[in-house]
């Protein structure tokens, strides 16, 4: 059955005459639960949502209905659980972004260890700490850390989680990059997305284990060396290691 909540009657509502044409107005929800405002219902919310979703729109509505208070980290973004076990994994998960700059919306269904992603044309939104953290944990994805040397900033705190190899023939990986206490413009954090493949070797050393990122916006390489089980080093773009004793070490968090 339906859990949509009552809209309270307290919460501040657009009138007709005032509906904005992008999303920037949903700036003013963050902190409260999309249920207790009717966030759903405010346009242009509604009809990007319905375009966005098609068919899945009517029970994404009844499975929201329950969401968590709509929060920030660089996009808003809002987390409702469809269903509640002990384990994880076994949860589901209903994840909604919303980018008021660019005016896009996003939405990810986590299910069956598995994930559906329904998104605008062009480039993927980015994922709060809270969204990317629960998406690797519920699909297995492994990740590693570390903080890489930096020409120019304190360094480069870095993030970089990996689809398990055997889930697909293109398995995708998420690089998350923090460049700490730049000059004039101090923390900058950047995300990229694609796929990943492992290729028997190097130009250089035949028996290596190497790990080719592809990033999906822009097509450039990134090449990473598996060390051992629990790590990986970042080579040149011609696939080579560095000499010059800077730690380009990702490490596998347990």
């Known amino acids: 059955g339906c859990r949509r909540n009552q809209p309270d009657p307290s919460a501040p509502l657009l009138e007709s005459s005032e509906v904005p044409q992008g999303l920037d107005y949903l700036n003013q929800y963050v902190g409260q639960k999309p249920g207790a405002v009717d966030l759903w219902s405010t346009e242009p919310l509604q009809s990007e949502l319905k375009k966005l979703l098609g068919i899945r729109y009517d029970d994404f509505i009844e499975d929201v209905a329950e969401a968590q208070e709509l929060r920030r980290d660089h996009v808003l973004y809002t987390i409702d659980t469809a269903s509640a076990t002990p384990d994880v994994a076994a949860q589901t998960y209903i994840v909604t972004l919303f980018d008021t700059v660019t005016d896009r919306a996003e939405v990810l269904f986590l299910a069956n260890n598995k994930m559906e992603q329904y998104l605008p044309e062009g480039k993927e939104l980015y994922l709060p700490d809270e969204v990317r953290n629960l998406m690797f944990k519920h ?51 950047f995300q990229q997305k694609g796929a990943y493949r492992i290729l028997p070797g190097t130009p250089h050393q035949a028996g290596a284990r190497v790990l080719q990122m592809q990033e999906a916006s822009s097509g450039k390489a990134l090449y990473l060396l598996q060390l051992n089980e629990d790590s990986l080093e970042v080579l040149s773009a011609d696939q080579q290691r560095r000499e010059d004793n800077l730690n380009f070490r990702l490490r596998k968090l347990k």
């Open 139 to 189: 699909l297995n994805w492994q990740v590693y850390e570390g903080t890489l040397p930096c020409d120019g900033c304190a360094g480069i705190e870095t993030r970089l989680a990996l689809e398990p190899s055997g889930s697909r023939s293109a398995p995708g990986y998420l690089l998350q990059e923090t460049y700490r206490g730049i000059k004039d413009s101090g923390d900058t954090t």
